[in-house]
């Protein structure tokens, strides 16, 4: 801007000046002395601290920023330096540039870390100056681990997780939730119980945050619990037991239900009859004649409280020997699956040559049924219910017969023995000695969870399934296999370490 | 000869105190001592006159002078301009001025030929000083500054600057005042100069902080060494006994 001017501007050169201390040649600063001199002279680090005592558990490897707060951090780590920056007092009067560490033998229990430092001396002049403050480590156990030490097996909170049924499917597919979402993550141990499974936590927090998740998955009723385990009089500390006990809902998938008067007039006089299709933090209720579908809140459900009619081991199965779907037709698609009204004539596979027991009932699987197919379904025919609500209906007339689901027996029957394509992961439980567990019950309960997870593509959503090693991809003609079946896709390949075969990932396979 | 020395334990003695090749003045301190040192450096050579100007003790940054004159503020009261004219030689015209710049100590850098002034002095004082001190003025600035009196020393042998002066401003200053100019500090890195020291031709006081370095580099710069004042002020002396006859 200047040139434009036409100004002239001389280039300035510094000249030097000698310092005033040690007569050296030097560009003169602001103090007019040299660095050395300046150094000699002033000493910015004086007053800071050189040497810190720092606590650390060699449990876990945390380090104790008082008054209680433990932190993790490794060794030599990022988060170690600015733990040990954060130690040093009076370091707001001056202003730090840089820290780093010092290498030290790891296990000398010193640190040492490099500080530099900027602090404005005499008239202005910024003098920077580089210092080790030392840290020498004290082992001292957190409170945690101690705790831990004294008592391995002290819990703080336990959730009692209770459904009382006779069979154990409700559990096998939580368990694979709970390992999806690694909501167990922080418990400490897991029993397996009659009826149920016990989860105990060392934190209250940890507990309420597991109760929360399963509330979120299936329909619960739930009450806590305290016990006082100590006290201290003189700081009115009370430390505490917690218990928290959850009820699921009784009403399992496919299940019959007589639903009781009031409820059904409330939810607009859907049939009494009603299938239970779906179970997740609310119940999903369809009327099989009808199609007419409702839910059921955690709350709502609990006010009733009812029990199923009949539940999936008490199904029977059919042979389709006609379907007539009537016209117009009646479909409807609930919940993103399809269903349709057609008449049905069935008749048991007992009955099936033997007599002509035939059964011409209403069924909401005209879409999967086909003459000559498999079906599963309750025989009203023949039960004998003892339902206090079933009564209470008067002039109500009975179906014979209530279709559930498919069956895929047959296809079945050519794949026994042979290994599934996936297989599952398990949590690690704690089976109670007092419990009394049937080895029988409980492979056949499995084994129905495993065909339910195959048959449902929706019910295989939330879970995560592994890809079986053992499985030999066999050349079979058999379209069933392909439709029930989990396609390879929706498998997740476990990456297995040379080294360790116990360690495995899952790298997501998921299209 | 460069003396080290303190007025009431303030190192600026440049302040307190004014050093020419015809006289001395020197600030009414509390104790005796300052005044002292000068009259046993300077008394049988040059007076030195104790005054105040304008009430103050600031002396040394009040008033510019030389040998030939010495310019005092508008401050300064009729009793203490008297007094200057009683004490100083008749050779020394002493001058009140008007002037807005009344501090003219920092303003004016003078040796017995040529003198440096602020730049934003008024015409007629710059003719004043060319008429009253008999120097040849250039409005200049050191390193920047406008208060040429206070960043530079100057006596007829050589001049101490601002330490921060480039080395084109050196080349110019050296060639307008033609003697050797030195970057340079006082009072252990003060860059304040002519409040840190006061010089003339052959002897110089200094603040008690000044380090042996700098004290080294004023003896060498204002050739201190080898001056002796018995042949610089010869000529006065002979004008001074005249008058007292």
């Known amino acids: 801007m200047d040139e434009d001017k036409g100004m002239f501007n001389v280039q300035q050169t510094i000249g030097t000046v000698l310092c005033c201390r040690c007569g050296i040649r030097m560009q003169p600063n602001a103090a007019n002395m040299c660095v050395r001199c300046l150094r000699s002279e002033v000493d910015i680090t004086e007053g800071l601290q050189k040497h810190v005592v720092i606590s650390h558990c060699p449990e876990c490897d945390c380090y104790l920023q008082p008054p209680k707060t433990w932190l993790k951090a490794q060794w030599e780590s990022k988060e170690l330096l600015t733990f040990c920056v954060k130690r040093l007092k009076n370091l707001n009067k001056v202003r730090l540039i840089h820290a780093e560490f010092v290498w030290t033998e790891p296990h000398s229990k010193r640190i040492k870390v490099r500080v530099t430092i900027q602090k404005e001396v005499l008239n202005g002049a ?120 959850v009820q699921i809902s009784p009403v399992c998938r496919e299940d019959l239900i007589c639903l009781p008067q009031r409820l059904s007039s409330s939810l607009g006089n859907i049939g009494p009859l009603v299938v239970c ?73 007992s009955d099936f040559g033997r007599n002509d027991n035939i059964f011409f009932v209403r069924t909401h699987l005209g879409h999967l049924l086909n003459p000559g197919d498999h079906a599963l379904g309750y025989d009203l025919y023949a039960a004998n219910s003892n339902d206090s609500e079933l009564e209470k209906y008067k002039n109500l007339v009975l179906p014979e017969v209530v279709l559930i689901k498919k069956s895929y027996e047959e296809a079945r029957l050519r794949k026994r023995g042979k290994p599934r394509k996936y297989k599952l992961k398990h949590l690690e439980m704690e089976v109670d000695d007092r419990a009394r567990v049937d080895e029988e019950k409980e492979r056949s309960d499995y084994e129905q969870f495993q065909r339910d997870i195959e048959e449902n593509p929706e019910l295989r959503f939330n879970l995560s399934l592994y890809r079986n090693k053992e499985y030999q991809e066999e050349s079979e003609a058999g379209s069933m296999a392909d439709d029930a079946a ?8 476990d990456l297995v370490l040379l080294d360790e075969s116990d360690e495995e990932e899952d790298e997501g396979m998921r299209e | 000869m460069a003396t080290r020395l303190q007025f009431e334990n303030n190192c600026e003695v440049g302040v307190f105190s004014k050093l020419t090749n015809a006289y001395c003045l020197v600030a009414i301190g509390g104790s005796e001592s300052f005044y002292s040192i000068f009259e046993t450096e300077l008394a049988d050579v040059i007076p030195v006159v104790k005054t105040s100007i304008g009430g103050t003790r600031i002396i040394g940054r009040l008033c510019a002078g030389n040998k030939n004159g010495l310019l005092v503020p508008h401050t300064t009261t009729d009793q203490e301009l008297q007094h200057l004219r009683n004490s100083l030689p008749d050779s020394v015209v002493v001058q009140r001025i008007e002037e807005r710049l009344s501090a003219l100590g920092n303003c004016i850098a003078c040796n017995d030929h040529v003198a440096l002034a602020h730049t934003d002095l008024d015409r007629e004082t710059e003719e004043l000083i060319a008429d009253v001190l008999g120097v040849e003025v250039f409005r200049q600035t050191i390193a920047g500054n406008i208060l040429v009196g206070s960043y530079c020393a100057l006596t007829n042998r050589g001049g101490l600057v601002h330490p921060h002066t480039s080395i084109e401003d050196l080349d110019e200053l050296s060639t307008l005042l033609q003697v050797p100019l030195v970057a340079g500090t006082v009072n252990r890195g003060s860059e304040v100069i002519a409040a840190g020291m006061t010089v003339n031709d052959w002897t110089a006081f200094c603040g008690s902080d000044t380090t042996a370095t700098e004290l080294s580099v004023i003896e060498s710069v204002f050739k201190l060494r080898e001056a002796q004042p018995s042949a610089i002020v010869d000529k006065m002396r002979k004008s001074l006994i005249d008058s007292y006859v």
């Open chain 1, 126 to 245: 910024v003098l920077e100056q580089a210092y080790v403050v030392e840290y020498v480590q004290q082992d001292h156990m957190c409170e945690s681990c101690s705790r831990v030490a004294a008592n391995p097996d002290q819990w703080v909170a336990s959730v009692q997780l209770r459904q009382h049924v006779s069979h154990r499917r409700t559990f096998f597919y939580l368990e694979q939730l709970i390992l999806k979402h690694d909501a167990a993550v922080k418990a400490i141990k897991i029993k397996q119980m009659d009826q149920g499974i016990d989860f105990f936590f060392g934190n209250r927090s940890h507990a309420v945050k597991f109760l929360e998740f399963l509330g979120s998955v299936v329909p619960t009723k739930s009450r806590d619990d305290k016990q006082l385990v100590s006290h201290d009089v003189k700081s009115s500390n009370y430390n505490y037991k917690y218990t928290f006990s």
């Open chain 1, 277 to 349: 299709t779906k179970v997740t933090n609310s119940i999903a209720l369809l009327d099989p004649f009808t199609l007419r579908h409702c839910h059921l809140d955690s709350d709502q459900y609990w006010r009733h409280g009812f029990k199923s009619l009949l539940t999936s081991r008490q199904l029977v199965e059919y042979i389709v020997l006609d379907i007539e779907i009537p016209s117009p037709p009646m479909e409807a698609k609930i919940g993103g699956v399809r269903y349709l009204l057609a008449d049905a004539q069935v008749a048991r596979v």
């Open chain 1, 486 to 493: 989990a396609p390879l896709e929706e498998l997740l390949a």
